[in-house]
């Protein structure tokens, strides 16, 4: 049972990996299904509220010990290339998949911890159950999220989306790699900017 579960969980880890570097197709868009969630600043935040401008998503959470810390630095210089190229009209929003214990204030400390070039364009977002998350990512952003039932911690992809002004997720890049370079930093601002110029 020990080696049967073993695989299973290898199994899973192959395919989160692979959701992480894999790119969406032109004709694979996917629509972000109407939502109603918490700001770290403790204000309502809907999908239509995003709506109008393109926004860089993630799915992260603060008591997270792998991940999560160097994906949302890498998200801080995505946003610095991006006012280094003076972008404006964007949102960058990073969904909890651990709403229970991230409180916007939580989230508020967290975001803390990071030089953040521009935090009025930053939501990261709670305020739902585990069950809702999981849901969530699985229609919208075709990702896994699942509860680790003997840790405190998420298994979640290491995958930065980018969703259009009409709220549909049209791309993903890698978020999270040991070597810096595979992040593909300079494409993802490339990316939004030709969105903003459409």
């Keep these: 049972m020990k080696k049967t579960w073993m695989i299973i969980l290898s199994a899973l880890l192959c395919i989160v990996s692979a959701c ?8 694979t868009d996917w629509e972000i299904e109407d939502f109603t969630m918490t700001n770290h600043r403790g204000d309502p935040m809907t999908n239509e509220q995003l709506r109008g401008k393109p926004y860089l998503a ?16 890498n998200m801080t210089q995505i946003q610095q290339k991006l006012v280094d190229n003076n972008i404006e009209d964007y ?6 998949v651990d709403p229970a214990v991230d409180t916007p204030q939580k989230l508020t400390d967290y975001l803390s911890f990071y030089e953040v070039p521009d ?6 977002l ?26 405190d911690q998420v298994i979640h992809a290491v995958t930065f989306f980018l969703v259009d002004a009409n709220g549909v997720a049209i791309k993903n890049y890698r978020g999270y790699s040991e070597n810096d370079a595979d992040v593909p930093v300079d494409q993802i601002v490339a990316d939004l900017q030709s969105l903003l110029e459409q």
């Design 20 to 27: 992480s570097s894999y790119e969406f197709k032109a004709d």
């Design 58 to 73: 993630m799915f992260m959470f603060t008591n997270c010990v792998t991940v999560c810390s160097p994906m949302t630095y």
């Design 91 to 96: 949102h960058i929003v990073g969904f909890s």
């Design 119 to 124: 935090e009025s364009k930053w939501h990261l």
């Design 126 to 151: 709670t305020g739902y159950d585990q069950t809702f998350i999981s849901q969530f990512a699985k229609r919208s952003f075709k990702t896994l999220v699942q509860d680790d039932l003997n840790s």
